[in-house]
Nanobody, 129 residues
Framework: QVQLVESGGGSVQAGGSLRLSCAAS????????IGWFRQGPGKEREGVAV???????VYADSVKGRFTISQEYDKNTLYLHMNSLKPEDTAMYYC???????????????????????WGQGTQVTVSS
């Protein structure tokens, strides 16, 4: 079955860096319609960075210039490189992928509105001031 397993979370001070990984298995990995989402305490889940339906990296405004999404296609692994972390980045981070063949759209739609079909269990990131 489809599995998305996140790792790499932890506690870090403001200004620090972390790299999250998402190992995908159980389906034919695609470099499109896959990405990272987060849910902070008392907040709704939000898109952070995705590869949209054209394989273009799309970022939420709050992380532009600080976070970078990347992937190793031959390892079926997605990454999120997080630099200059801020306390407001504290959240559970989830990897999500569209595994039912639907097109996730492009640009802001793919990161803000599309409902991805498969999700990981999440990895916690805590940033202290």
């Amino acid at each position: 079955q489809v599995q998305l397993v996140e790792s790499g979370g932890g506690s870090v001070q403001a200004g620090g860096s972390l790299r999250l990984s998402c190992a995908a298995s159980g389906y034919i990995y695609s470099a499109k319609c896959i990405g990272w989402f987060r849910q902070g305490p008392g907040k709704e889940r939000e898109g952070v960075a995705v590869y949209d339906g054209y394989g273009t990296a799309v970022y939420a405004d709050s992380v532009k210039g600080r976070f970078t999404i990347s992937q190793e296609y031959d390892k079926n692994t997605l990454y999120l490189h997080m630099n200059s972390l801020k306390p407001e980045d504290t959240a559970m981070y989830y990897c999500a992928s569209e595994t039912r063949g639907r097109w996730c759209g492009s640009g802001w739609y793919s990161v803000r509105f599309f409902e991805y079909s498969s999700w990981g269990q999440g990895t916690q990131v805590t940033v202290s001031s």
